[in-house]
Each structure stands twice: as C-alpha cells, then as structure tokens.
C-alpha cells in the first residue's frame, strides 16, 4: 500500500508498510498512477506511452527504473508481514494509570468531557487511602514492566495537591523495593498554582500538562471560572512561571479548538509568543449538535488551517525561531517499533484510569460510563475478560484502520472516541481520523521541506 | 537517485522483530488524553 500526496510544493510517496518516505518529482508521482504491485523490471508499453511526449524517453525509462529500483529493495508496494504480530496480541501488564485525584474543579470549561470535572458521578476528591491502593494495583499488575506512569489528573488535580504530594512519596518509597521506575505526571489549569507547587511539579513530575487555549479571547470564551469570568489572567502568569523554573523537563501547553477559533495558528503562535515552545492544542470532540463542536462541515477550513500552521511552523524555524507542535511530531527514524504501532493508546489492557471511588476504567474518557466500569479497588474486582478484549484492539481488528495508508502513525485512533461517536471501539471514528490524515500530511511535509534544506 | 529523494530509514518492518518491550510511555499520557499519535513517541530502547 502506497499514500501519494501533493503538499505545499513537494510530492510525496508514503510506502506504508517499510514506513518509506519518499519525496518525488512530478513524472514519478504521476507514473504511479499507472504502476501497480508486482512491479516488472522493465517499463510497459502502457506508461511509455502516457508520457512520451511531454517527456524524453529516457528521462522516462530513468524515473521507471528508480520506482523498480525502489520496489526491488522493499521500499515501494512493500508487503504487509504484521498481520501475524497482530495475531499474538494478547494480555499485557498494566503500566499506565491515570489517578482521577479529583472530581472537582474550579473552572466551567463549556466543553469539558468530564462534565466540569466530576465525570458526572458528584463531586469528590480521592482520599489517601485509595489512592495507595491504586498504587499497589499498579504494582501489582506491572509484572514484567519497569517503567510505571502515574497522570494525576482531574477535575483539577490541585484541588487534592496534599494527597497527590503523599502519593508520589509512596509510590518513590516503592520503587527500589519492587524495580520499578514511577514517571510522574500532572494536568491542570494552573488556577491554584503557587511557589511551592511549581517546585515540587518541576521536582517529581516528568511532565505537565498546561492548559490553555491560546488568545486570551479565546480562551476566556470557553475556560471560564464558576462566576462566569475568564482565567487567562490568571493562569498566564503562573504557566509562564512554571516554564520558566522547568529547565529542559518536558511540559505541554495544551489548548484545545473549536468551531470558535478554526484560526486556531493565531493561538500557537500567541502561546509561542508567551514564552512556550512546547504546545499542543487539538480539536474539541464533542457532541455534533453542540454550538462549539467541530463538523465535517468545518473540515476544509481546518484542513487549510493546519496547513497555514505547517508553513508557518517551518517560516518560523527557518527564520531561529523553534517552537514544537505536539500533533506534528514525528520521528521517522527512531519512533516507536511496529509492535507498539499496532495497538497504540492500550487502554483497557495496559492503561486504565481510577476514580476517587476506586472505580477502574478502560481509560479517561471511559469513566462515569458504568457499563465500562472494570472493576474496583475496594473490593478486589477486575474484569479480565474485558481486559483481554481490549488487549485484541489493534489495527487489523479495526475494518476502517486495516485498510488506511495511516495505521502505523495513529494506530486505530481513539478507543473511547470510537465507542461514544460510532458505537464501538473497533469502529473508527471519522472525523478524528480525517483530521489525523491531514495532521500527519503536513507533518510529514514539515519532515520533506526540512529533508530538502 | 535523479527523480526520488528517500528521506527517512524506513525501518518499520525491522522494528517488528526487535520490537514489543511495552517499556514506551503509553501515548495517552504525554499530552492528547483525546486524540492519538503514536508515531510521536520515543523508543525506550533507542
């Protein structure tokens, strides 16, 4: 299977199973139309004569003989041998958690998932108790595993920071004992940050989430606090602090779009501007029917969009001025192995999340949905039928992910997106996946231009 | 090559065989927590 897309003035050849990236000129790109799997050694009549004419024969032969010449090494039409590997997907330990420390917040963001923050089940925080509890779960279930990551997220984590700074304490007190390596991180909206909080995050956590949409219009729209006022203000500062003490530990600003700012480069660039140059902000998903949410509607003005971002992102490094894009990432060299690439996220089978009632879930976004609910840190319950269900989710299990040029870079997207839009996890859901297509596009352009010099 | 310029090592179907420790961060805790990219993760083993 070949992707070819034309970008920004460079023609690309994407071969999806070698995971080749090939930056071509206008006669291969069009020859491949008319060339397909086994590819013979020799040009065929066929392609000579669609291009005689406009092109000499032997330039002709020459762009022939670099596709054969490609095919021939496995770089072009390469076969898919995964498949098999797909098949031997099975129960692995747990080695992610994300600790729900708090169904609370103190913002109205008017598109949270977590309906503001308590998941729709009450607000509460997670106690001391239960929290070790997840921990020992944690532990428990690793086997095999030595790096363990721990996302105290919310609600509002810093609203429960007490018991989020006694939980990291423990689980360090753990760590020699068992072999295991805690990662540490936090997502917050920076409302309660203080002096002592940023140290202690920039001590033990290995990254933070930031979040912040952007403009401060922007954001004060959407990520507004219980009187209806904005926090930019509030949180601008704090982040910037924050950063600022960081040194080179990995942090995001993380916003995220909606229908009110498709323009959403100017509020990249706001955030670059500010003094960050590790950001992420990604598209709402949410409910079609709500005012914000983005529709295939919206789609083309996002695609030109993430477009207009690209270039800007490359004007901008060329001219000193580096900052990173998180859904522009790519290493196409030293990324993670093709096994990884088959089954992504892993949640439900090596990533779940735990509520303050000591509730499990397949994930984060699965929490408030009882009939997800895997088990429970009280009494002792975990579904491992629905574990090893979970476990056989990868991208030859997806009809959709089995047939898309990019399986190997998302790896069959969103489980929980998949299930509340489409009705099931193995059901891709479209409009995350035609926004993917385009991200990975113009990361991959990004990659060409930079090839190119 | 006079027409195609190759620009990555395209080592995907050897990662295959080496690959599979599961000691990679799992995509979902890095930044999205709504929408995957796994092709922006690092090897532990790199």
Request: aromatic share 10%.
């Amino acid at each position: 299977m070949i992707h070819k897309y034309f970008l920004n003035g460079y023609y690309i050849v994407l071969d999806v199973n070698s995971g080749a990236i090939h930056v071509v000129d206008e006669l291969i790109y069009n020859m491949l139309d008319l060339v397909e799997p086994p590819v013979l050694p020799k040009c065929p009549q066929s392609v000579l004569n669609a291009f005689k004419g406009r092109y000499n024969l032997d330039e002709i032969y020459e762009a022939y003989d670099e596709i054969y010449g490609l095919y021939d090494i496995g770089q072009l039409y390469s076969e898919d041998d995964y498949e098999q590997f797909a098949g031997m997907m099975v129960n692995s330990p747990i080695k992610a958690m994300c600790l729900h420390i708090a169904h609370d917040c103190n913002l109205r963001c008017e598109y949270c998932f977590a309906s503001t923050g308590d998941f729709g089940e009450g607000r509460r925080l997670m106690t001391y108790e239960t929290g070790k509890k997840a921990i020992d779960f944690l532990i428990e279930h690793s086997q095999g595993r030595r790096n363990l990551e721990m996302d105290f997220f919310g609600g509002e984590p810093l609203m429960n920071f007490g018991v989020v700074k006694q939980l990291v304490e423990y689980a360090r007190s753990l760590e020699e004992k068992h072999h295991k390596k805690f990662r540490f991180t936090i997502t917050t909206n920076g409302m309660l940050l203080t002096d002592d909080k940023i140290d202690f995050i920039n001590k033990e956590m290995s990254n933070v989430v930031l979040s912040i949409d952007g403009r401060k219009e922007v954001t004060d729209r959407v990520r507004s606090r219980v009187d209806g006022s904005g926090c930019y203000d509030v949180i601008m500062p704090k982040f910037q602090k924050l950063v600022e003490k960081r040194g080179p530990k990995d942090y995001y600003v993380r916003g995220t779009f909606t229908k009110y700012n498709l323009d959403f480069t100017k509020d990249v660039l706001h955030l670059y501007d500010a003094g960050f140059d590790q950001i992420s902000v990604e598209p709402v998903v949410s409910d079609p029917a709500l005012p914000y949410s983005i529709t295939e509607n919206d789609l083309p003005v996002i695609f030109d969009e993430y477009e207009t971002l690209a270039q800007t992102i490359l004007a901008c490094r060329k001219a000193g001025r580096y900052f990173n894009f998180f859904h522009f990432m790519l290493d196409l060299d030293q990324g993670p192995c093709a096994i990884k690439r088959l089954r992504g996220c892993g949640c439900g089978n090596e990533y779940v999340a735990i509520t303050p009632d000591g509730d499990i879930y397949p994930c984060h976004q699965f929490v408030g949905q009882e009939e997800w609910k895997m088990g429970n840190l009280e009494d002792g319950s975990f579904d491992k039928e629905r574990k090893a269900d979970f476990a056989t989710a990868n991208v030859y299990t997806k009809p959709e992910c089995k047939e898309c040029w990019a399986k190997f870079y998302c790896s069959g997207g969103c489980n929980a997106n998949n299930q509340n839009y489409e009705g099931d996890i193995r059901h891709a859901h479209k409009l995350s996946c035609d926004l993917e297509k385009k991200r990975l596009e113009c990361a991959i352009m990004i990659k060409a231009a930079e090839a190119q010099g | 090559m006079k027409h195609v310029k190759t620009i990555n090592n395209a080592n995907l179907k050897e990662s295959a065989v080496k690959g599979g420790c599961g000691e990679c961060q799992a995509s979902c805790q890095s930044a999205c927590k709504t929408s995957c990219t796994v092709a922006n993760q690092k090897c532990e083993n790199k």
